[in-house]
């Protein structure tokens, strides 16, 4: 018989709400290695909050979530982070730090609890730097980064993390064009060689249609729709999901939407 492969990421009847809202219900999703899901929706709609739950920082209101083939409170904080990398929207920084320290941040994960980072956890942290950009300004303090650099930083550190599963809200945030491509480049090379898996949460249909195998529409009062990108990237749909008239062009293989 053919082996069968452990799911990267599994939802089981999932149901997840926040402030008397229901965002999803019995929600069923396979994530295999190598897949990119892309999540969809009007502000508000619950993107973050879903994303949060299979981040396993937010408990849902009913089934489960599994990693690896495991649920989060089986395997605890340490070995899920050595699966899955988060990247919320907001980077908060307390207290001063350089571009380097902040980008190590994502080796922790690798170290013991009382470990200090190797020569090896230094070479991964700049090679991540190299790859989002900032190698040549690892010793400014953090705090003087624009959102620009700063979203790339949080991007090297993720990096550095080598999770299996990346989950990422609104990866592209405060970026440029140049810099969008580039980051979007790196999490869609790292699921195509290293065989991750990928979910993102993104505000623009051309990007996912351009990066994503698969789409997750959040379209409010518990209603979701799921399937491949090419299936559910329409502007009929999209249209639909943002409650606004939205026209396709296509040029040279890429689809772009515009309002109409």
């Not at 409170?73 to 920084?93: E, M, T, V």
């Not at 518990?222 to 943002?242: Q, W």
Request: one cysteine or more; proline letters at 5%.
């Amino acid at each position: 018989m053919p082996e069968t492969k452990t799911p990267l990421l599994e939802t089981r009847k999932l149901a997840v709400g926040i402030g008397g809202v229901s965002i999803c219900r019995d929600l069923d999703l396979v994530l295999d290695p190598g897949e990119r899901l892309g999540i969809l929706g009007c502000n508000g709609a619950g993107k973050s909050t879903l994303l949060s739950v299979l981040a396993g920082l937010r408990e849902p209101q009913a089934g489960e979530v599994l990693i690896d083939g495991m649920r989060y409170d089986a395997i605890g904080p340490r070995k899920s982070a050595l699966i899955r990398g988060w990247l919320p929207q907001i980077h908060a920084d307390a207290f001063a730090a350089t571009v380097l320290e902040t980008a190590l941040i994502g080796r922790h994960p690798h170290l013991g609890r009382w470990d200090w980072e190797s020569k090896e956890d230094i070479r991964i942290a700049r090679d991540a730097l190299t790859a989002v950009g900032l190698a040549e300004i690892e010793r400014r303090d953090v705090q003087s980064l624009s959102g620009g650099e700063r979203q790339r930083l949080a991007i090297a550190a993720l990096l550095a993390q080598s999770p299996r599963l990346f989950l990422l809200d609104e990866p592209i945030a405060y970026l440029d064009l140049k810099y969008q491509i580039a980051m979007l480049d790196l999490f869609s090379d790292a699921a195509r060689e290293n065989g991750a898996a990928l979910v993102m949460v993104l505000h623009e249909p051309a990007m996912a249609w351009r990066y994503c195998s698969r789409v997750l529409m959040i379209h409010g009062n518990a209603t979701t729709t799921i399937g491949s990108a090419r299936e559910m990237l329409t502007a009929e749909r999209l249209s639909s999901l943002y409650s606004y008239p939205l026209e396709a062009l296509e040029s040279r293989g890429r689809v772009g939407f515009i309002p109409k």
